[in-house]
């Protein structure tokens, strides 16, 4: 009995059909929900560290997130412009009332959002007195224009919005939303404003996805080289302030799109998108102008920031060459040499090392080999090894300063 519970004629079980209207972007949504979770695996690390460092750690987390949150939702997000209004419109084709609704219009860089809601969602449209005919009006639809204008007209050569606004026809879709997607599919004459979008879409899409990789290689940089770590997140900011600039410019004219209706116009105005991407680009100018100017002045801070050696990236170390006596075989002791390969005041230098007792031994060692009557020049020692007396001009040779046991 359990088992046959909502089946005819032992089929599977069977739903009845509950339509809806899209209440969120699905892609938007799903991305946010992976910034979130990628963020909570780098937050659970926070606790490993001690002190300052743990602030440094959530702040570089923090920060990092932010800028490339608001690139991808830049890229994915449908509020670059938008606009909203109450109005009575007619519904449908060879309907002979209106309605109140709720008219709006989200635009993103490849498409446009245009949403229809009844205000009250539930309306009676009949005609008569007799017949209630309840009509649910809550309609979100989407029109793409990425990436190809296309041939004029509505086949299939033709542009991607242009199919697209035919299909809606043929499905009868609402009035309203048909005059709103109308404005972007024509292309003629002064009314370009479909080409006018898609061409602006289409460069701040490839400035935006230029800014991800430059914000990927800034942070590798950051565990590398802190100094051109700052100006890559300098160059990931400029690439997002110069999306939002062809965005407000590249468009046909001057006027901005109105789109009237019987008691209101549709005027639209920068959204939440462009102001994310605005304040992610302003954001990371500045980190990577901080960082720039402390890794030249305030080297020790900055790298207790980034949680790495002062040394790292400011000296190598490069052994001496070792010279060898020509005739006794000997080698003076190798000490390192320090270079240093960066640009630094006499300041840091001296702050940044810092002899080292063993280094002083070392030194002290080799001056008191160097001593030696060893490692003097061979032509004052000739007959140090020699059985023989050494006979120069017939007269014998002083005795040796030092026998050879003495010596070894």
Known sequence: MVYDAFRTNGGPT?????????????????FIFAVVILFVCFALTIPGYKGIARLYLTMRIVVSFFIASAILLGVLGQE??????????????FANREITAHVGIKIGLGSVNITLKGDPVHQNLSISDKVDFIETINYNERFHWAWRQGRFGYGPYAGRISREFREAQYRGLPLPILWVAEYFVLDGELIRWGRSY????????????????????????????????????????????????????LKWGYQPLVIPFEDDHLITHYGPSFYLVIAGGVVSVIYGALIVMMDLWFKRQISEYFGQDLLHDAEDFYPEKNIEEPEMGLAKPSIPRRLFTRRMTRRNKSELYKPHPHDASVSSLSAAAYQNPVFQPMEHHDDVFNDEPARTNGRKSQQPAYTESEIL
């Open 14 to 30: 069977q739903h009845a059909p509950h339509p809806s209207a899209v209440t969120v972007d699905v892609l938007e949504v799903g």
């Open 80 to 93: 670059w412009e938008s606009a909203e209004i109450v109005t009575k419109t007619p519904y449908k084709a």
């Open 198 to 249: 898609r061409t602006a879409g289409w460069f701040t899409n490839e400035v935006l996805w230029t800014a991800f990789p430059l914000w990927a290689i800034a942070n590798i940089l950051t565990f590398i080289m802190v100094f051109y770590a700052g100006w890559m997140f300098v160059l990931t900011g400029v690439c997002m302030l110069t999306s939002t600039i062809i965005w407000a410019t």
